[in-house]
């Protein structure tokens, strides 16, 4: 365990298992990493994420850098020489406001160029707003844009796949952008498209339709088109509501909510009754 300046922490080992892309060739690049932590006794919860740490030196003089990402797997059995995580990363850039010039994200160009055998260091696990209700009769609404659907992933392997009689209703809604049309919907990485011969279970991706369109746009059409039916989920007193990804992602949501509503303010109303229930939760991003 390793002591890092900044008040990042102490640090564990991890190596780099497998790195994959998950999406088609394109101007975007999604990959999905798995890593094992060099500590049979490092634990996490579904929902939780962990920091990556990057050595520096770093623009502006800090010697590291730090970028939290959700882990993307259920909770397994220790082995022997450690813990297995997955995560869900996006090769990241930014443009300068000042001189317009395009710069690599830090951590996700890190990590989408580590190859298996890397070794990295990690923090957390971290505290998270996302926890999994222990009643196998609730309802779980998950709404997502892009990577943000790496949760989701664990709470469907862990409902699904580590519990059993699981009755109450899953809706999972997510936008991405075109070309990730393959992104966790295949059996190979028995992921979303194994669970739909759950009775329980219904998933909904929307696909940006064209290059001038963003991924909430395409998740306001998939919600749009299911309104009535998430409407009368959200009103259901054993229902939890997850939304991960953009901060545009829940300004869609409400506006979709206070329409089915029939107005802002009878929205507004019930929202404060699942948050004051615990039962409304959000992990968004700028």
Request: glycine share 8%; proline share 7%.
């Given at each position: 365990?390793?002591?890092?300046?900044?008040?990042?922490?102490?640090?564990?080992?991890?190596?780099?298992?497998?790195?994959?892309?998950?999406?088609?060739?394109?101007?975007?690049?999604?990959?999905?990493?798995?890593?094992?932590?060099?500590?049979?006794?490092?634990?996490?919860?579904?929902?939780?994420?962990?920091?990556?740490?990057?050595?520096?030196?770093?623009?502006?003089?800090?010697?590291?850098?730090?970028?939290?990402?959700?882990?993307?797997?259920?909770?397994?059995?220790?082995?022997?020489?450690?813990?297995?995580?997955?995560?869900?990363?996006?090769?990241?850039?930014?443009?300068?406001?000042?001189?317009?010039?395009?710069?690599?994200?830090?951590a996700s160009n890190f990590l989408?160029?580590?190859?298996?055998?890397?070794?990295?260091?990690?923090?957390?696990?971290?505290?998270?707003?996302?926890?999994?209700?222990?009643?196998?009769?609730?309802?779980?609404?998950?709404?997502?844009?892009?990577?943000?659907?790496?949760?989701?992933?664990?709470?469907?392997?862990?409902?699904?796949?580590?519990?059993?009689?699981?009755?109450?209703?899953?809706?999972?809604?997510?936008?991405?952008?075109?070309?990730?049309?393959?992104?966790?919907?295949?059996?190979?990485?028995?992921?979303?498209?194994?669970?739909?011969?759950?009775?329980?279970?219904?998933?909904?991706?929307?696909?940006?339709?064209?290059?001038?369109?963003?991924?909430?746009?395409?998740?306001?059409?998939?919600?749009?088109?299911?309104?009535?039916?998430?409407?009368?989920l959200v009103q259901q007193p054993?229902?939890?509501?997850?939304?991960?990804?953009?901060?545009?992602?829940?300004?869609?949501?409400?506006?979709?909510?206070?329409?089915?509503?029939?107005?802002?303010?009878?929205?507004?109303?019930?929202?404060?009754?699942?948050?004051?229930?615990?039962?409304?939760?959000?992990?968004?991003?700028?």
């Open positions: 365990m390793t002591d890092y300046p900044s008040g990042v922490g102490p640090t564990l080992p991890a190596v780099i298992k497998e790195s994959r892309r998950i999406n088609p060739e394109g101007p975007d690049e999604v990959r999905h990493i798995r890593l094992q932590v060099i500590d049979p006794g490092f634990r996490y919860l579904e929902g939780q994420s962990i920091g990556v740490v990057v050595p520096g030196p770093h623009p502006f003089g800090n010697p590291l850098h730090l970028r939290r990402y959700s882990i993307a797997n259920a909770r397994e059995l220790p082995l022997e020489e450690g813990v297995d995580l997955e995560l869900l990363v996006r090769r990241c850039f930014y443009i300068d406001e000042v001189s317009g010039e395009r710069y690599p994200g830090i989408c160029d580590a190859r298996p055998g890397d070794r990295i260091q990690i923090t957390g696990p971290y505290a998270s707003p996302f926890k999994m209700p222990q009643d196998h009769r609730s309802n779980l609404l998950m709404i997502s844009t892009g990577t943000g659907v790496a949760p989701f992933r664990a709470f469907m392997q862990s409902i699904y796949e580590r519990r059993s009689g699981w009755s109450g209703q899953v809706r999972l809604f997510y936008g991405a952008r075109t070309g990730l049309e393959t992104l966790y919907r295949n059996d190979r990485d028995t992921d979303f498209a194994n669970y739909y011969d759950e009775k329980t279970f219904r998933a909904f991706q929307a696909l940006i339709p064209r290059r001038t369109t963003d991924e909430e746009a395409a998740l306001q059409r998939s919600l749009e088109d299911n309104a009535s039916e998430v409407w009368d054993n229902t939890y509501v997850f939304l991960a990804g953009l901060e545009r992602t829940a300004v869609v949501l409400e506006r979709i909510l206070s329409q089915a509503a029939g107005s802002e303010s009878a929205w507004l109303r019930l929202k404060g009754r699942l948050l004051e229930d615990g039962r409304w939760s959000e992990l968004l991003y700028s």
